[in-house]
T-cell receptor, first 116, second 110 residues
Framework: GAGVSQSPRYKVAKRGQDVALRCDPI?????LFWYQQALGQGPEFLTY????????KSGLPSDRFFAERPEGSVSTLKIQRTQQEDSAVYLCASSLASGGVNSPLHFGNGTRLTVT | DAKTTQPTSMDCAEGRAANLPCNHSTISGNEYVYWYRQIHSQGPQYIIH???NNETNEMASLIITEDRKSSTLILPHATLRDTAVYYC???????????FGTGTRLTIIP
């Protein structure tokens, strides 16, 4: 079946531009996560949704980062006034249930953002 | 969540068993051990998880010591496609997010 889909696969932005990254989770998955992965590092948590509710945004690095999931399905991560330090791979993951240790996270292949 | 310690890199010959260790000496009773791997240019892929009993699935086996302070992921017959970064993660029951470390870079040698 279809996995987590992210678009675009690659994005190049000039410093100061706004970008929007899209995530289509697996159908029926309640939980959705965004992670940021710098080169050579493990993924770092950004934010988490349960259906349309954003329950944890503790990992968002600044107020330039904003995420939404208005209908509890597709999610968008928006970065305003991009900076060079925002260059990274942005990963989206979804899981079937909330709070369930038997609901592993399924990741997409990410969007590689390069800010020039 | 408890912190994990893994070797930075390992090599394994193709066809042999790959044994990847992980230390989690501060693990608490409600924390599970998860393993994910990340192949180049892909997102992390779930492999297996367990609480205190050994677990096996079609991908791998997970051996957790009796005191739960360490575990080993076993890939029984490694292939070149198993070359990846392997992450050992401790996740508390009810905690939604996964906290990744830097993992072990496993290279399968032909």
């Amino acid at each position: 079946g279809a996995g987590v889909s992210q678009s675009p696969r690659y994005k190049v932005a000039k410093r100061g531009q706004d970008v929007a990254l899209r995530c289509d989770p697996i159908s029926g998955h309640v939980s959705l996560f965004w992670y940021q992965q710098a080169l050579g590092q493990g993924p770092e948590f950004l934010t988490y949704f349960q259906n349309e509710a954003q329950l944890d945004k503790s990992g968002l690095p600044s107020d330039r980062f904003f995420a939404e999931r208005p209908e509890g399905s597709v999610s968008t991560l928006k970065i305003q006034r991009t900076q060079q330090e925002d260059s990274a791979v942005y990963l989206c993951a979804s899981s079937l249930a909330s709070g369930g240790v038997n609901s592993p996270l399924h990741f997409g292949n990410g969007t590689r953002l390069t800010v020039t | 969540d408890a912190k994990t310690t893994q070797p930075t890199s390992m090599d394994c010959a193709e066809g042999r068993a790959a044994n990847l260790p992980c230390n989690h000496s501060t693990i608490s009773g409600n924390e599970y051990v998860y393993w994910y791997r990340q192949i180049h240019s892909q997102g992390p892929q779930y492999i297996i998880h367990g609480l205190k009993n050994n677990e096996t699935n079609e991908m791998a086996s997970l051996i957790i010591t009796e005191d739960r302070k360490s575990s080993t992921l076993i890939l029984p017959h490694a292939t070149l496609r198993d070359t990846a970064v392997y992450y050992c993660i401790v996740r508390a029951f009810g905690n939604e997010k996964l906290t990744f470390g830097t993992g072990t870079r496993l290279t399968i040698i032909p």
